[in-house]
């Protein structure tokens, strides 16, 4: 399946830069685990890749840290079905729906000051943990 990758209207990950390779699968299945090669790994080059632009990139590397490997690409597995082709299309979901969260940029933090009501509550409740411990001491 060696199709581009549509993650948006306008994004459009060449398949050139995605990398699939079947291996065997783990886990329980008999016989038939150990004769198909149903788990499927997608590798895409997200270093030498021109579609993403440099930021986005900054923020898939941030998301993918655990699934990086040392030349850069981001690895994804799949081995829910028996069935290469449903796991090679749950990969390729699996990493435009990372590409479509590293599209969105975060919010810039607004910085605010604590309300004059949430001052006079915060000591209030010093004054009171004070008493309390202040009343827990030995009397002389």
Excluded: W, Y
């Excluded at 306008?10 to 398949?15: C, D, G, S, T, W």
């Excluded at 079947?22 to 008999?30: F, I, K």
């Excluded at 590397?61 to 799949?78: E, K, M, N, P, Y």
């Excluded at 009501?117 to 010093?126: A, C, H, N, P, T």
Aim: glycine residues 6%; proline residues 5%.
């Amino acid at each position: 399946m060696a199709d581009d990758l549509q993650i948006t209207e306008h994004l459009v990950i060449p398949a050139a830069d995605l990398a699939f390779a079947a291996v065997r699968s783990s886990g329980p299945g008999g016989q038939h685990v150990n004769t198909t090669s149903t788990k499927v790994e997608l590798r895409f080059d997200l270093a030498g890749t021109q579609a993403l632009s440099e930021p986005v990139k900054a923020r898939l590397r941030s998301l993918c840290r655990g699934r990086l490997d040392a030349a850069g690409a981001v690895v994804i597995t799949s081995q829910d079905t028996r069935s290469q082709i449903r796991n090679m299309n749950d990969t390729r979901e699996k990493l435009a729906e990372l590409i479509r969260r590293a599209l969105v940029p975060p919010k810039r933090r607004k910085p605010t000051k604590p309300t004059r009501g949430s001052k006079e509550r915060r000591l209030d409740k010093k004054k009171q943990q004070g008493e309390k411990k202040r009343l827990r001491s030995k009397i002389d």
